[in-house]
């Protein structure tokens, strides 16, 4: 087979593989469930969504929706055109891959070492991508929303961009990575600083190029935005803008927690099961009952734990070695996030964050690049890619029927699609406006 065929089957069969996983996932857990009847009663109902995803704060019970008719839409859309339950999980990981292969690209552009195929089979394979955004849950598409931005304003940065893109169109990513992250957590509120830095970098150059950087960005912005206005004019700039009930003036236990949320963030990049097989009864239990992925369990489990002194130590070879525009980019962008804890009330779980994940695997793939060429090292990728393909496959088998998944009770779902009766799942959250 020529290179270009054993790509399109790799591709496919990555695809395959991520959207059975997708199907083996929660869906009729309180949060999944409640994502899905977002986007399901605007399919029964047809009457305009102007809000999406629940804000819920359990540490003070703040509840509120964030604006925007984007999750409902990318949900409910889909069941006009295949009307039944698993449309919006398909279009969810059509989405959620697209991303992966359009980072893997950039990736490769920017490593030339690195093959394409190990680093699409690595970054589709690991944990966090797989979990976090193959089932039906706001955060799950967070993935698509923060590549574009984040290879936006890579280019958008001289000392990062590879010139792959203009500045028109650098800007025009992250403009619409912006609005689409704003949609479906509130976690955009990361994103403007590095905003204000590409602009900032534009008028340190004299202004060069900033009319252009200006129209892109707002170019890009403006078919999400427009997802939000109709929620402007109805509700005003308050609901819009909301998002508060988490603030708090110097959270101790936040500003204590440096290294635990260093160790989340640099996760991202690492094979971090244990976090999503639930706590310590649960994990015994699930090993339990499924003795067969013991073996590759318990070797990516200690591969996920000596990753993140790895992704750290290797920070200061890549300084010497002229990579510090990846390296600032990386433990920057982990600075912003740890200092935004510090006024905030919520518990600095790694979910919260997932829009930095991006910035994580560019960074471990700038680590990968310098490894790869020592054969100790290529035979450890593979062997971590075999033993992921094995957890991933023999995980999504024993899942698929457990009661909380799709087909733990398919044919109530898709009941509820056929008579357009979002009730037969569920109700929305009181309080919720739709």
């Not at 109700?427 to 919720?432: K, L, Q, T």
Request: aromatic share 20%.
């Amino acid at each position: 087979m020529s290179n270009r065929t054993k790509i399109i089957f790799l591709l496919l069969f990555l695809l395959v593989v991520r959207t059975l996983f997708g199907f083996s996932q929660p869906l009729f857990s309180t949060d999944e469930l409640q994502t899905f009847l977002i986007g399901l009663k605007f399919y029964c109902t047809g009457s305009w969504p102007y809000f999406g995803p629940d804000l819920i704060v359990t540490e003070t019970g703040f509840y509120a929706q964030i604006p925007g008719a984007l999750e409902p839409l990318v949900i409910g859309l889909p069941l006009y055109l295949f009307p039944f339950p698993e449309a919006p999980i398909i279009v969810l990981n059509l989405l959620s891959f697209g991303a992966l292969v359009l980072l893997s690209w950039y990736v490769t552009r920017r490593l030339p070492k690195m093959p394409f195929w190990f680093v699409l089979s690595w970054s589709s394979l690991l944990p966090w991508t797989l979990y976090e955004s193959t089932r039906i849950y706001n955060p799950s598409y967070l993935l698509l929303g923060g590549t574009l931005f984040f290879i936006g304003f890579m280019e958008a940065m001289p000392s990062l961009s590879l010139n792959w893109l203009r500045a028109p169109w650098a800007f025009a990513f992250m403009g619409f990575g912006l609005l689409w992250c704003m949609q479906f957590h509130f976690s955009w509120i990361l994103l403007p600083p590095f905003i204000a830095l590409a602009f900032w970098g534009r008028l340190r150059n004299k202004g060069e190029g900033f009319a252009g950087a200006l129209a892109g960005f707002i170019l890009g912005a403006i078919p999400l935005a427009a997802l939000l206005a109709p929620t402007l004019v109805q509700f005003g700039w308050r609901r819009v803008l909301g998002g508060g009930g988490t603030s708090q003036f110097f959270c101790r236990e936040n500003i204590e927690a440096f290294f635990t949320i260093l160790a989340r963030y640099l996760s991202f990049g690492c094979y971090e099961i244990l976090r999503f097989l639930g706590s310590g009864p649960a994990r015994w239990g699930f090993f339990k009952s499924a003795p067969w992925l013991v073996p590759p369990g318990f070797f990516l489990i200690v591969v996920g734990y000596i990753q993140p002194f790895l992704l750290l130590g290797f920070g200061w070879l890549l300084w010497k070695k002229g990579q510090r525009p990846i390296v600032l980019l990386a433990f920057g962008a982990f600075l912003l996030l740890d200092v935004s804890f510090w006024f905030t009330s919520k518990e600095p779980l790694a979910h919260i964050y997932y829009v930095f994940l991006p910035v994580v695997l560019v960074y471990s793939f700038t680590v990968w690049n310098e490894l790869v060429e020592r054969r100790f090292f290529r035979i450890l990728g593979l062997l971590c890619l075999g033993l992921s393909l094995w957890w991933t496959v023999g995980t999504l088998v024993k899942d698929m029927p457990n009661p909380g998944s799709l087909y733990g009770n398919r044919a109530l779902a898709a009941k509820a699609v056929r008579e357009k009766n979002y009730h037969l799942l569920g109700e929305r959250r009181p309080g919720s406006f739709n």
